[in-house]
């Protein structure tokens, strides 16, 4: 059935290609990182199609793309396990292989491969902790966002099967693509967002500081131009960055890059930053695992920033 499924569900080159998908061209010491991401995450994707989660060799690429190749296998991994009706094999497997090390970044490549077949994520989510499920539709967000950009960032397109309390979450997703829509170019980043609804704007900055934490591709001075960018948007962006810090801990890869990222993005360490989301996340404990209990998490990670921001001001 996989051999089957392979030709038909490959992902060419060009599906992928910055440039060809109408992204801004980035700075040029950007620009490789960028491509990296984006080569990564084909072969982490493409090489699901034809391995099992144990034969990817993802740990022979570099420290900084493992994870967008992780992203990209758990997409190919859900679509195989939805048309074929496994259950969830291949994406559990895939958790397992890994150690639930890239949990959070699994669960947002489940997010691409429903938007890839016109479903709605929550209900065949079936690993990974509560609460971080709903990062499925952080990476339906980034789908979107990626694959029909001039819809999302140009007309403000709102996609009707999103339920109302899911969307924040997708506009996380969504504005971690802008991110790389815009070339990771502060002034371009801050342009679209401004023409977009004012309500929408506060989650497409986090998703913003999630994608230049993680990816770490952005000069020191790049990032301060962001945070001005970003204006009152601050406590999004680090609590986009924290998640990233998160994620990167949990891998047990934290590249110099990312280090200081979040340091300029949050005011603290990897370490802290990352200990703000687990903070928050225990606060919630007993919770149902609702999207409004999702949002409680970002609002608890961006709290524990104002008080960090208060207690370094003082």
């Known amino acids: 059935m996989r051999s089957a499924l392979r030709r038909p569900l490959t992902l060419r080159p ?15 010491a950007v620009r490789p990182v960028l491509d990296s991401v984006v080569a990564a995450f084909a072969t982490g994707y493409n090489g699901m199609l034809s391995r099992d989660p144990g034969d990817l060799g993802v740990d022979r690429l570099g ?10 296998a758990a997409m190919s991994a859900v679509i195989l396990d939805l048309v074929t009706v496994s259950g969830g094999r291949r994406i559990r497997e895939l ?18 491969a429903y938007a890839r077949l016109r479903l709605r994520p929550w209900r065949g989510v ?15 967000g ?41 070339g990771a170019e502060p002034a371009r980043i801050a342009e679209v967002i401004e023409g977009l609804p004012e309500h ?29 960018a970003g204006g009152e948007h601050a406590a999004e962006l680090a609590q ?42 225990a606060a919630l404990t007993g919770r149902p695992d609702t999207p409004e209990t999702y ?7 961006r709290d524990a920033w104002s008080s960090t921001l208060g207690e370094v001001t003082r």
């Open 95 to 112: 958790d397992r292989v890994t150690g639930g090390r890239y949990v959070h970044l699994l669960l947002v490549g489940a997010g691409w």
């Open 126 to 140: 079936r690993f990974g902790p509560p609460v971080l499920r709903w990062l499925a539709w952080d990476g339906w």
């Open 142 to 182: 980034f789908h979107q966002a990626f694959f029909h950009p001039a819809a999302v960032f140009g007309s403000g397109w709102i996609e009707a099967r999103v339920p109302e309390d899911c969307r924040p979450i997708r506009d996380q997703g969504a504005g971690r693509a802008l991110w790389f829509y815009a």
């Open 295 to 301: 949002e409680a998490w970002r609002a608890g990670v």
């Open 200 to 228: 929408r704007r506060a989650d497409l900055w986090a998703g913003i500081g999630l994608a230049a934490a993680y990816t770490g591709a952005q000069s020191p001075e790049a990032l301060h131009r962001l945070v001005a």
């Open 63 to 72: 420290a900084r793309v493992r994870g967008f190749a992780y992203e990209g």
């Open 240 to 281: 986009g960055a924290a998640f990233a810090a998160k994620a990167h801990l949990l891998s047990g890869v934290v590249t110099d890059e990312t280090a200081a990222a979040v340091k300029i993005l949050t005011g603290v360490d990897v370490p802290a930053a990352a200990q703000w989301t687990d903070d928050a996340l």
């Open 14 to 28: 060009e599906e992928l290609d910055l440039g060809a998908r109408g992204f801004r061209l980035a700075d040029p």
